[in-house]
């Protein structure tokens, strides 16, 4: 059985340093190890910005590109080899972010029977102040 494990928290509350620390961890206990994060692909970017090209997407074609971009990385041969998944934000934080009016998870498909359910997730609390100064630092760290 799979074994998915599950980053949630803020853009700069440190989902991808804890995620880099630990993946070399779960792999030396011989687990084959698969590491990704959402969006993370053609399907879910779009979805994250609601548009293709100059095209706005409606609450069903974003809903639609979502699910597309998760079962785009389940079908992932490397994702199907993995004893363990482990993931910078799932489903939980992509319903919150998308705040589309008159819908529920259900509409999603967040159903097990389609996409993998997480074993654990894992919140990372920083205050909105630490995480703007982490991403600012990490931003002028890219520029240097």
């Known amino acids: 059985m799979k074994k998915l494990i599950v980053f949630e928290g803020l853009d700069g509350c440190g989902k ?72 910078d934000r799932h489903y939980d934080t992509t319903f919150v972010y998308l705040n589309i009016e008159d819908t529920t998870k259900a509409v999603h498909n967040f159903d097990p029977d389609f996409f993998d359910k997480p074993l654990l997730t894992i919140f990372l609390d920083v205050t909105p102040e630490v995480a703007v100064e982490r991403i600012k630092k990490s931003r002028d760290d890219v520029l240097k």
Do not use: H
Request: proline share 3%; hydrophobic share 35%.
């Open 16 to 87: 991808s340093s804890v995620i880099e620390k630990i993946s070399p961890m779960v792999a030396n206990c011989g687990f084959n190890i698969y590491n990704s994060y959402e969006p993370g692909n053609f399907f879910g970017n779009i979805a994250k910005f609601g548009k293709y090209e100059d095209y706005k997407l409606s609450n069903e074609d974003t809903i639609y590109f979502w699910w597309s971009a998760r079962i785009y990385e389940q079908n992932k041969q490397e994702y199907k080899n993995a004893d363990v998944i482990i993931k």
